[in-house]
């Protein structure tokens, strides 16, 4: 009886997983068809709210239905949603015309972190370029490794820019490996945010500012983001900001 009631479980639980996506990818695809109909007959804010239900950390690479919604935004005029959209587009798709895009609007509205700099040409260049990196660096170490077992093999001493080639190889590879996690970037969300000293409700206010900033996080600190603000390090609510 135990094993009857115990595969039946396991039934239940695989029809579970297998069906229960589809549904919701099913809900999903209709809701998004409807989005689409309304943007094509100019209804926006109706659109705009159909597509933001559906936008999950699984859409941020759908172009498409993020270039509507940075459009939609803009039609709305709430240009710190505008910001963030663009701002995800630049995370798949980077351009010059993008960043300047940004700029010109973040300037209208006196919001930082929207600067067109050289951050701004190496994200450019690391997000077109760098899925070749692992394979310029594989080649790079296999050449050390075999200078280093030629070396060894016939007893001589290894050279100083050997030595600092290897050097570098780690140190570029710890930066590559680190990259993601040292240039994650948020939005600011809430028109009334305190930036403090320290992690906690309790530490001085070293500024107060609204919405749509875009700021750099360091780490987080319980629910806490540290954060660069004016060259200095703060601290910001998770829940005043959007990661991007």
């Not at 050097?167 to 590879?173: E, F, M, S």
């Not at 609204?210 to 983001?225: A, E, F, P, Q």
Request: hydrophobic residues 45%.
């Amino acid at each position: 009886m135990q094993v009857l009631v115990i595969k039946y479980l396991r039934f239940c639980i695989f029809m579970g997983l297998f069906f229960t996506p589809k549904w919701a990818f099913s809900r999903d695809i209709a809701a998004l068809k409807e989005a689409d109909s309304l943007f094509a007959m100019a209804q926006y804010t109706e659109a705009l709210s159909l597509y933001k239900k559906n936008f999950t950390n699984s859409e941020k690479n759908n172009q498409p239905m993020v270039l509507k919604l940075a459009f939609l935004s803009e039609r709305t005029g709430n240009y710190s949603d505008v910001l963030f959209y663009l701002s995800q587009l630049a995370l798949v798709n980077p351009s010059r015309t993008l960043f300047e895009k940004m700029d010109k609007m973040a300037s209208e509205h006196n919001l930082k972190g929207y600067d067109f700099n050289d951050y701004s040409y190496f994200i450019i260049f690391y997000r077109r370029y760098g899925a070749y990196l692992p394979l310029l660096l594989l080649v790079f170490g296999a050449y050390i490794i075999y200078i280093m077992y030629w070396k060894t093999k016939r007893r001589q001493g290894i050279l100083i820019v050997h030595k600092l080639s290897i050097l570098t190889y780690l140190l570029v590879v710890g930066v590559i490996i680190n990259l993601p996690s040292l240039y994650r970037s948020a939005v600011i969300t809430n028109p009334k945010t305190f930036l403090r000293e320290n992690p906690t409700a309790a530490a001085s206010v070293v500024d107060r500012v609204g919405k749509g900033h875009r700021v750099t996080i360091l780490g987080s600190v319980d629910h806490w983001y540290r954060i660069i603000w004016n060259n200095s390090i703060v601290y910001i609510r998770h829940s005043d900001v959007r990661n991007i």
